[in-house]
């Protein structure tokens, strides 16, 4: 079969559940399935020359995406694994495999406890000997759920989203027959795509592109101990039973081995998932996915004069090989150890991948449609910081001076009243009418009457009113000098009146 490269951009977060429920804590995917990409092409499905082939053969295989480092694919640490508790993975780490009685009573003599590696990401250096620990930042942000008959947040409904961070690099492969169109493959997975959860919200959009820089082949033929097969998942593995149901007991058969090799569940490491996955053209979920966890390492013991055919094993195990399951590395080097069962791999921490690591300049440029969107956000943005720093400056300066003796007498209420006109009204003028109006004798005889004074503004009748005599018409000057200057007078009356209300606030405590 011939291997496609692409490496994947992510232009934004992206959310990737591990499973469809709906409710309660959801875990969060470290890796991108190979679903992903089948879904991806899928969506031209009728354009498929030969569909049966592309979708739902083991003729076209898309891989998972794992994170890369200066072009080099991540493989998840094999939970063979174990380093002393409490130190870090840089530290001494022994693999369980070579662990035997004699080890394991040495290390109990002299109090050391192991605990086994379960996350982090190697990429594997040029000298297949050593390799750098990655750990993936993860953001979490919580959203609540949209009531359209109300306009507001529904009641009750919060939702927190896990997310893999904007600007880290990918890799996936795409494994295709001979007999394959890889033109069809790879004009609907190059490009900009939206993938996960969310993708009508700000979460989902990616950059995937194909390349040609060769990944490292970590198999080797050293069995251990010459009589021991070591298998490591690099992917999720998925078997079925005689009777043609999931089974987490897999046998030699399962790994396209014969009769002369038998599964070591003890010297083994292994870890298991259940979920259903969901098919958004049928709207149904499918059949659950009874799996082994990337970073299970199976260990077959050589019974006889067996032997293994590398080839059947490195083309893929058990079921799903579509959605990127089945794929093995066998007798890695990073599973190697001394006598001592201590590990021949070098690993150095690496800083963790985070969303800086891509420019927000070049997610702008990437797509000139986005371009236009988000410049336009982002010159409203900036006026609105502007306007802000504007607002609080002058307030600041309206609090000193002259203006205390101005509205000295001025309650906090009266002021709140001043801030709820603010707020209610459509506009600046509406709130000028509002609070400064003067209506004009209504009778022919000209004398101003009780309904006259009720109709005017709120600061020019009342018991209150003899109290803002003596600053009202400074107020009215401010506003209007800040509606000339910077047309955002009612926002400015809002936050007036707020700071104002707790001046008058504290005066009063005294």
């Not at 009728?46 to 739902?56: C, G, K, L």
């Not at 307030?395 to 707020?423: C, D, H, L, Y």
């Not at 009342?462 to 107020?475: A, F, M, P, S």
């Not at 209007?480 to 047309?487: A, L, S």
């Given at each position: 079969?011939?291997?496609?490269?692409?490496?994947?951009?992510?232009?934004?977060?992206?959310?990737?559940?591990?499973?469809?429920?709906?409710?309660?804590?959801?875990?969060?995917?470290?890796?991108?399935p190979g679903s992903i990409?089948?879904?991806?092409?899928?969506?031209?499905?009728?354009?498929?020359?030969?569909?049966?082939?592309?979708?739902?053969?083991?003729?076209?295989?898309?891989?998972?995406?794992?994170?890369?480092?200066?072009?080099?694919?991540?493989?998840?640490?094999?939970?063979?694994?174990?380093?002393?508790?409490?130190?870090?993975?840089?530290?001494?780490?022994?693999?369980?495999?070579?662990?035997?009685?004699?080890?394991?009573?040495?290390l109990i003599d002299k109090?050391?406890?192991?605990?086994?590696?379960?996350?982090?990401?190697?990429?594997?250096?040029?000298?297949?000997?050593?390799?750098?620990?990655?750990?993936?930042?993860?953001?979490?942000?919580?959203?609540?759920?949209?009531?359209?008959?109300?306009r507001t947040s529904a009641?009750?409904?919060?939702?927190?989203?896990?997310?893999?961070?904007?600007?880290?690099?990918?890799?996936?492969?795409?494994?295709?027959?001979?007999?394959?169109?890889?033109?069809?493959?790879?004009?609907?997975?190059?490009?900009?795509?939206?993938?996960?959860?969310?993708?009508?919200?700000?979460?989902?959009?990616?950059?995937?592109?194909?390349?040609?820089?060769?990944?490292?082949?970590?198999?080797?033929?050293?069995?251990?101990?010459?009589?021991?097969?070591?298998?490591?998942?690099?992917?999720?593995?998925?078997?079925?039973?005689?009777?043609?149901?999931?089974?987490?007991?897999?046998?030699?058969?399962?790994?396209?081995?014969?009769?002369?090799?038998?599964?070591?569940?003890?010297?083994?490491?292994?870890?298991?998932?259940?979920?259903?996955?969901?098919?958004?053209?049928?709207?149904?979920?499918?059949?659950?996915?009874?799996?082994?966890?990337?970073?299970?390492?199976?260990?077959?013991?050589?019974?006889?004069?067996?032997?293994?055919?590398?080839?059947?094993?490195?083309?893929?195990?058990?079921?799903?090989?579509?959605?990127?399951?089945?794929?093995?590395?066998?007798?890695?080097?990073?599973?190697?150890?001394?006598?001592?069962?201590?590990?021949?791999?070098?690993?150095?921490?690496?800083?963790?991948?985070?969303?800086?690591?891509?420019?927000?300049?070049?997610?702008?440029?990437?797509?000139?449609?986005?371009?236009?969107?988000?410049?336009?956000?982002?010159?409203?943005?900036?006026?609105?910081?502007?306007?802000?720093?504007?607002?609080?400056?002058?307030?600041?300066?309206?609090?000193?001076?002259?203006?205390?003796?101005?509205?000295?007498?001025?309650?906090?209420?009266?002021?709140?009243?001043?801030?709820?006109?603010?707020?209610?009204?459509?506009?600046?003028?509406?709130?000028?009418?509002?609070?400064?109006?003067?209506?004009?004798?209504?009778?022919?005889?000209?004398?101003?009457?009780?309904?006259?004074?009720?109709?005017?503004?709120?600061?020019?009748?009342?018991?209150?009113?003899?109290?803002?005599?003596?600053?009202?018409?400074?107020?009215?000057?401010?506003?209007?000098?800040?509606?000339?200057?910077?047309?955002?007078?009612?926002?400015?009356?809002?936050?007036?009146?707020?700071?104002?209300?707790?001046?008058?606030?504290?005066?009063?405590?005294?």
């Amino acid at each position: 079969m011939k291997r496609l490269v692409f490496k994947m951009t992510l232009l934004t977060d992206v959310v990737i559940h591990a499973d469809s429920a709906t409710e309660g804590e959801r875990k969060t995917l470290d890796f991108i399935p190979g679903s992903i990409f089948l879904g991806l092409v899928a969506n031209k499905y009728d354009q498929a020359a030969n569909p049966y082939d592309i979708f739902h053969s083991n003729k076209v295989r898309f891989g998972d995406a794992h994170p890369a480092l200066n072009g080099n694919r991540a493989f998840k640490a094999p939970l063979s694994w174990f380093i002393k508790k409490g130190e870090s993975i840089e530290s001494e780490r022994w693999v369980h495999h070579y662990l035997n009685y004699d080890v394991l009573s040495n290390l109990i003599d002299k109090g050391i406890q192991l605990k086994q590696i379960r996350y982090g990401w190697i990429t594997p250096d040029d000298d297949s000997k050593s390799g750098k620990f990655l750990s993936l930042n993860k953001n979490f942000a919580i959203k609540s759920a949209y009531d359209r008959i109300r306009r507001t947040s529904a009641e009750g409904k919060l939702y927190g989203y896990k997310s893999l961070g904007r600007g880290t690099e990918w890799i996936f492969y795409v494994d295709i027959d001979e007999s394959i169109n890889e033109d069809f493959i790879k004009s609907n997975l190059v490009g900009h795509k939206h993938i996960g959860k969310s993708r009508s919200a700000q979460y989902g959009k990616v950059e995937i592109q194909m390349i040609d820089t060769p990944q490292k082949d970590l198999s080797s033929t050293k069995l251990f101990n010459d009589k021991y097969l070591v298998v490591y998942a690099e992917s999720r593995l998925a078997f079925f039973d005689e009777y043609g149901q999931p089974t987490l007991q897999p046998t030699a058969h399962h790994f396209n081995l014969d009769e002369n090799w038998s599964l070591d569940w003890s010297k083994s490491q292994v870890m298991n998932s259940v979920y259903a996955p969901y098919n958004f053209k049928n709207r149904a979920f499918l059949n659950d996915r009874v799996c082994f966890e990337k970073g299970s390492v199976f260990v077959f013991e050589k019974i006889g004069n067996g032997d293994y055919n590398s080839r059947l094993l490195r083309k893929g195990v058990g079921e799903y090989l579509n959605e990127g399951f089945g794929q093995v590395i066998i007798n890695p080097t990073f599973l190697e150890a001394d006598e001592t069962a201590k590990s021949n791999y070098t690993v150095t921490m690496e800083k963790s991948i985070s969303q800086n690591a891509l420019p927000l300049l070049s997610i702008i440029q990437s797509d000139p449609k986005f371009e236009n969107q988000f410049s336009k956000w982002l010159s409203k943005k900036e006026q609105e910081y502007d306007n802000e720093k504007y607002i609080y400056k002058r307030v600041s300066e309206f609090k000193k001076g002259e203006n205390k003796e101005f509205f000295a007498r001025i309650t906090p209420s009266q002021w709140g009243q001043v801030r709820a006109v603010a707020v209610g009204s459509k506009d600046f003028n509406e709130m000028m009418v509002w609070l400064f109006d003067d209506i004009k004798p209504s009778s022919p005889d000209g004398i101003r009457r009780s309904q006259d004074k009720a109709n005017s503004g709120i600061l020019m009748h009342g018991k209150t009113e003899k109290y803002w005599r003596k600053g009202r018409d400074k107020l009215k000057h401010e506003l209007q000098q800040v509606e000339k200057e910077k047309k955002i007078g009612l926002e400015y009356a809002i936050v007036l009146a707020a700071q104002m209300q707790k001046v008058a606030q504290k005066k009063e405590n005294k």
